[in-house]
């Protein structure tokens, strides 16, 4: 019986020996000095999302045209209200934005409205005749020169969802409230 405990003390410490091997090599400095070879890879990742550009930033909004109205919805799979597609849109150029129309008034810098441009947001009032606060975003599809288009997530009753729609000639134009640049002319976050 002690020579059957003799072998399993020796397959024990065989076994615990190899596979502790490679990581007290890897712990232990070397004679020369030299530090340890580390016991897992790094895998270097770049980013696969591009630089946020103004065109890259609507052509991406672009492709959310259709999905569906859904109060305090921020992702395609459950919808977005106005704020919510802001936010998914420039979240996927890594550009943070709140989840919150009150607080997109204050993102990036205000500019006139007859230079508004492509990516920039445009903030409107509510729909109530007195309403003075933020209360709709869109995105800017337009450039400057042209009549203000944008692209946004409505919960009209008719055509709900993301959408385009143009300020000129519509409730937009009474609502409308301020242009905000959130990106340079180089596509870097203001």
């Excluded at 895998?43 to 305090?72: E, K, W």
């Excluded at 799979?77 to 550009?95: I, L, M, N, R």
């Excluded at 009209?156 to 609502?175: C, F, L, N, W």
Aim: aromatic share 8%; net charge positive.
């Amino acid at each position: 019986m002690r020579y059957v405990w003799i072998s399993f003390v020796a397959l024990a410490a065989l076994l615990v020996g190899v596979f502790a091997w490679p990581s007290r090599l890897a712990s232990t400095p070397h004679s020369d000095s030299q530090t340890a070879l580390p016991t897992h890879r790094v895998a270097l990742v770049t980013s696969t999302r591009p630089t946020p550009t103004a065109d890259s930033v609507v052509t991406f909004a672009m492709r959310q045209l259709g999905t569906n109205y859904c109060y305090a919805g921020n992702t395609p799979a459950t919808g977005f209200d106005c704020s919510g597609f802001v936010q998914y849109v420039f979240q996927e150029f890594k550009v943070a934005m709140p989840h919150s129309t009150a607080l997109l008034i204050a993102v990036g810098r205000p500019v006139a409205r007859e230079q508004a441009r492509r990516g920039d947001i445009v903030v409107f009032t509510g729909t109530a005749a007195t309403s003075a606060t933020p209360g709709h975003a869109g995105i800017v599809v337009s450039g400057p020169g042209q009549p203000l288009r944008f692209i946004h997530s409505s919960s009209a009753r008719r055509e709900s969802g993301v959408k385009i729609s143009q300020v000129e000639g519509t409730d937009y134009e009474r609502r409308f409230m301020q242009i905000r640049r959130v990106l340079q002319s180089n596509g870097a976050a203001e």
